[in-house]
């Protein structure tokens, strides 16, 4: 007896279960506005879609539903059925009404589009937090040029730009390897009016690659309309060495050592000659555009011959941008281009084999400033404080070799004494601390590396008051600690 009624029990349990489990389940699809099919447990949507599925779920074997006293719950679309009678006992089941999502026949429902809105109806034109809808007015797009159909080759090819346009010619490189021309391209945007010539190069070595970018973003940024004078633009003058991701010409010839050429020199002598002849003559003003040197970065600055007025003329027309005087090494394009009498600056900014968001913007800013002081191009920019001019420079180098930690941040202010960064041994960890040997702003500094003993690690401006108060010579405790002055450093410790 005590056996039947745990069994009856237990029965009574499991369909209470069973009722609670099936109502959660009803009670979901409800929400979800799904249809409910008990044998399967398959839910449709209700709303039609073309893309919809039905969703098929065998969380567990299909049970009857539980039967009412006036009415039994029947699966939707099935015909009604006698309710069935415990067999164990002649008490009715556990009653748990449920109810059932109808039957909704898709044919019938029609899913609305949706309207088109007047914007009117969405943004009203009384005032909002005391702005009328009719002061808003939508921003000013970016210009950005169309490039006119060219190829023309250099020089002749300048005659043909029609004025108010962006054209694309070609300067012929000298030859590759298997005898066959190496076309580069330059972008040549006329104005309307009359007036000087900017020319701006980048890419002189083949991976420095922020100058390509700032070129690319002014030329297509200028709208030719408003432009007085000519604006040419090389974004690769060594596309040989960029095509190799290197800063050498494939003779592993520094290109930028070769100014103004020799059409009868070496390969780098014969490219220079090309570009100075059929390019760089055309100039009223040169900026050449380069980044730092093997893993270093440099403070957005300019190099500069301060010697020469027309120089000191042109940097003052960049902003807030620093100023490095350094008459230029022999071979240079700035040297050769200031000595033909174009006024020439480098603009260096940035690290080789990156684009560098920042130093960019700061070039494309500082150029537009400079065609706005040359009164080429109206578009004039606020600047914060304006920055220092140093007179000369310092190189910080790497006593042992080691890994190069840096402490100092580019253009940080330091002191005499102060520690820039350390050089660690990597099997016996001894350190090897790098001090500033004077008070100046860190300008140029090498990214966390390896290096080798007589790294140039950190490049130092030092303020003075005028040319005039600088030393002709450094002295001896320049030698003596480790440091070179820009004049006297290896060529290759500078982009330049």
Request: net charge negative; charged share 20%; hydrophobic share 40%.
């Amino acid at each position: 007896m005590e056996s039947l009624q745990e069994s009856k029990a237990a029965k009574k349990k499991f369909e209470l279960k069973s009722v609670l489990r099936q109502t959660l389940i009803v009670a979901g699809a409800l929400l979800l506005g799904y249809q409910l099919n008990y044998s399967s447990i398959e839910l449709t949507p209700l709303v039609p879609d073309a893309n919809a599925n039905v969703v098929t779920i065998q969380a567990f074997p299909a049970i009857e539903p539980v039967a009412t006293d006036t009415e039994a719950v029947q699966p939707v679309g099935a015909e009604a059925s006698e309710p069935e009678i415990d067999e164990l006992s002649d008490e009715p089941s556990l009653e748990v009404p449920l109810e059932v999502a109808p039957l909704i026949e898709q044919e019938t429902v029609a899913v609305p589009s949706p309207a088109a809105v007047p914007l009117s109806e969405l943004i009203p034109e009384q005032d909002l937090d005391g702005f009328s809808t009719d002061q808003v007015e939508a921003p000013e797009l970016e210009y950005v040029a169309a490039l006119s159909p060219g190829g023309a080759a250099l020089p002749e090819g300048l005659e043909t730009v029609e004025s108010g346009t962006l054209s694309r010619l070609t300067w012929h490189a000298g030859e590759s390897l298997y005898g066959s021309s190496v076309p580069t391209p330059v972008l040549v945007a006329q104005g309307k009016e009359e007036g000087p010539t900017l020319c701006l190069t980048a890419a002189v070595h083949g991976d420095e690659i922020n100058g390509i970018e700032t070129v690319r973003r002014m030329m297509y940024s200028i709208n030719p309309d408003k432009l007085k004078g000519r604006v040419i633009g090389v974004p690769i003058v060594n596309i040989q060495a960029f095509e190799r991701h290197s800063r050498y010409l494939p003779d592993r010839r520094d290109l930028n050592r070769f100014f103004p050429g020799n059409a009868s020199g070496s390969s780098a002598s014969r490219i220079a000659q090309s570009l100075f002849d059929q390019v760089i003559r055309h100039c009223n003003a040169l900026v050449d555009l380069h980044t730092g040197s093997f893993h270093r970065t440099n403070l957005p600055q300019l190099r500069a011959n301060l010697d020469v007025p027309e120089v000191v003329e042109l940097t003052q027309g960049f902003g807030s941008t620093v100023i490095l005087h350094s008459q230029g090494g022999d071979g240079t394009l700035r040297a050769a281009a200031t000595r033909a009498g174009i006024p020439a600056v480098t603009l260096e900014a940035g690290e080789p084999l990156r684009i560098d968001d920042r130093a960019v913007k700061h070039s494309e800013k500082a150029l537009f400033t400079l065609m706005n002081t040359m009164g080429m191009y109206k578009r004039p920019s606020l600047w914060g404080n304006p920055e220092p001019t140093y007179y000369s420079s310092l190189w910080i180098r790497a006593n042992k070799g080691g890994m190069l930690i840096a402490d100092a941040k580019l253009g940080r202010r330091v002191r005499e004494g102060d520690v820039l960064g350390i050089v660690v041994d990597p099997i016996t960890n001894d350190k090897q601390k790098l001090l500033a040997p004077a008070s100046g702003r860190v300008i140029g500094m090498a990214l966390d590396q390896f290096v080798m003993p007589g790294y140039a690690a950190f490049h130092l401006g030092i303020e003075a008051p005028s040319l005039d108060e600088l030393e002709n010579q450094p002295g001896e405790a320049d030698f003596d600690h480790s440091v070179a002055q820009l004049q006297h450093e290896d060529e290759r410790d500078d982009s330049e």
